[in-house]
């Protein structure tokens, strides 16, 4: 870790890591083992392999610990987390694309959204986005851009409070790409929110659990 009130995030191409994935698979638990082995497509199985094992390889960099010898817990609604909170991590992949996020003594939740074609944009805003957001969308000269970047900040919340598919998406707005004063679920005194330029080709999205009002945002150090 940088300093203290700093976040890291690594950011993979999956398909430039694919080989490896035997070192990977090495250094995976038996239930780990378990869960690789119910993804039919061998692709689906490849990519759980890698995202695991470099999650377990990141963590152990920055713990000094065997990748091997590292222990997940799980809250009730599933979030992994280390047992004794050395470090709070948040994990996301679409595509080709991978993000950990890394932080000390604050929550944090990462995701990343390939911009795919045929997404049924308008029936997912209207049933999912707050009322800001439905009207924010429909006024969007990109709408693919703008609805990706909409739901990766939605889904980085979620998973930063550990809620995952558990929070009712619609119950909150976030605070919009392009436009100011728009609070987010739980006043924005709790959460920080970033969008994030990885790739021209996805959306991503940093969320953070803020330490105090009127703190200083964390430094984002991509690697």
């Known amino acids: 870790m940088?300093?203290?009130?700093?976040?890291?995030?690594?950011?993979?191409?999956?398909?430039?890591?694919?080989d490896q994935v035997p070192a990977c698979r090495d250094i995976l638990t038996s239930s780990e083992h378990e869960r690789a082995a119910r993804f039919i497509n061998a692709a689906d199985q490849e990519r759980?392999?890698?995202?695991?094992?470099?999650?377990?390889?990141?963590?152990s960099e920055m713990l000094s610990r065997d990748p091997a010898a590292i222990v997940f817990n799980r809250n009730a609604l599933g979030k992994p987390y280390l047992p004794n909170r050395e470090l709070e991590f948040n994990v996301s992949h679409s595509r080709d694309r991978l993000l950990i996020a890394i932080a000390a003594d604050r929550a944090v939740g990462v995701d990343i959204e390939f911009r795919r074609?045929?997404?049924?944009?308008?029936?997912?805003a209207k049933r999912w986005f707050a009322p800001a957001e439905k009207e924010f969308f429909q006024g969007l000269e990109d709408p693919q851009t703008g609805f990706f970047d909409i739901w990766?900040?939605?889904?980085?919340y979620v998973k930063a409070r550990g809620e995952g598919i558990f929070r009712e998406l619609r119950s909150f707005c976030v605070p919009l790409p392009y436009r100011s004063g728009i609070p987010a679920a739980d006043t924005d005194a709790n959460w920080g929110f970033q969008s994030l330029e990885i790739d021209p080709h996805y959306s991503a999205a940093l969320v953070w659990k803020k330490r105090s009002f009127d703190e200083d945002p964390p430094e984002v150090h991509i690697q």
């Open 48 to 59: 759980y392999i890698l995202c695991r094992g470099m999650l377990r390889r990141t963590l």
């Open 117 to 124: 074609d045929g997404v049924p944009m308008t029936a997912i």
């Open 2 to 18: 940088k300093k203290a009130n700093s976040i890291t995030l690594w950011s993979l191409r999956i398909p430039e890591h694919r």
């Open 152 to 156: 990766a900040l939605k889904e980085a």
